[in-house]
């Protein structure tokens, strides 16, 4: 997510340090964070209930599982989307045998039209499709959700939307994942072990995804020198690289 105050390397090791984010997980179970069709993001964003997906052939003796289409790697949703929507896609964020996780869009992202929650203006890539989306005051992923067809739950989970945080105007939300970048995930260190805190690492990511977002290469890479030995060793290869070519328009579509 965006943000608008320009940190300093004091501020910056403060947070590394670990202020106790509200949001953030105290420790991490046994069992690896693996996030799939049921996610602990649908109650993070249950201000209006989302369509949960489902995994699976839908079963056509219960009636809750009719009219519902495929989209891929096992994930089927209602065949009308969310407001007006006749179509609905999804962004899929998983690992293969616990390998680094990825993130990609299943289904089609559709451009409703503007609307008094969803107003804001729309970046395309260079095929011409839905890219980003800029927030605007007042604006709400429900409505954002319903403007492109997406389900809002998961454009929120993975532009680390954090628990109990909202969208700001100026935020960036990135709309059409590349499934070749690894995701960062913002409460789970990389092997950490059972029962530890992961209050610093939380609080890390979110001072990384601010010193990104002000261009402030000097803090990212103070900070990248703590946050490295917590990333999976594909993801640390990516950020490492682009803080080397200073590339920050790879490091904010991966902190946004």
Avoid at 131 to 145: H, N
Avoid at 198 to 206: E, K, M, N, W
Avoid at 207 to 222: E, I, P, Q
Wanted: a negative charge; charged letters at 20%; aromatic letters at 8%.
């Amino acid at each position: 997510m965006k943000r608008s105050t320009k940190i300093t390397t004091a501020v910056v090791v403060v947070a590394v340090a670990g202020l106790v984010a509200a949001a953030a997980p105290a420790v991490v179970s046994a069992a690896p964070a693996v996030f799939g069709v049921a996610s602990w993001a649908s109650e993070r964003f249950a201000a209006e209930p989302s369509t949960a997906p489902t995994s699976g052939p839908a079963d056509a003796e219960d009636p809750a599982q009719e009219n519902l289409v495929s989209l891929g790697d096992g994930i089927s949703v209602p065949a009308g989307g969310p407001g007006d929507c006749t179509t609905n896609a999804f962004i899929n964020i998983g690992s293969d045998d616990g390998e680094t996780m990825h993130a990609k869009l299943l289904g089609e992202l559709v451009e409703m039209g503007e609307s008094e929650l969803a107003s804001g203006p729309v970046t395309l890539d260079a095929d011409g499709e839905i890219f980003s989306y800029e927030v605007q005051a007042g604006d709400s992923l429900i409505a954002i959700g319903e403007r492109f067809c997406v389900d809002y739950v998961t454009v929120g989970m993975y532009n680390h939307v954090r628990g109990g945080e909202t969208i700001a105007p100026g935020d960036i939300l990135y709309l059409g994942p590349d499934p070749t970048l690894p995701f960062v995930d913002i409460y789970s260190p990389y092997n950490v072990e059972p029962g530890s805190s992961t209050i610093p690492y939380y609080d890390g990511v979110a001072a990384f995804s601010t010193a990104v977002a002000t261009a402030d290469l000097g803090a990212a890479r103070l900070l990248w020198k703590r946050l490295q030995k917590d990333m999976p060793p594909e993801t640390a290869a990516v950020i490492t690289q682009a803080l080397s070519d200073e590339d920050l328009a790879l490091l904010r579509r991966m902190f946004p």
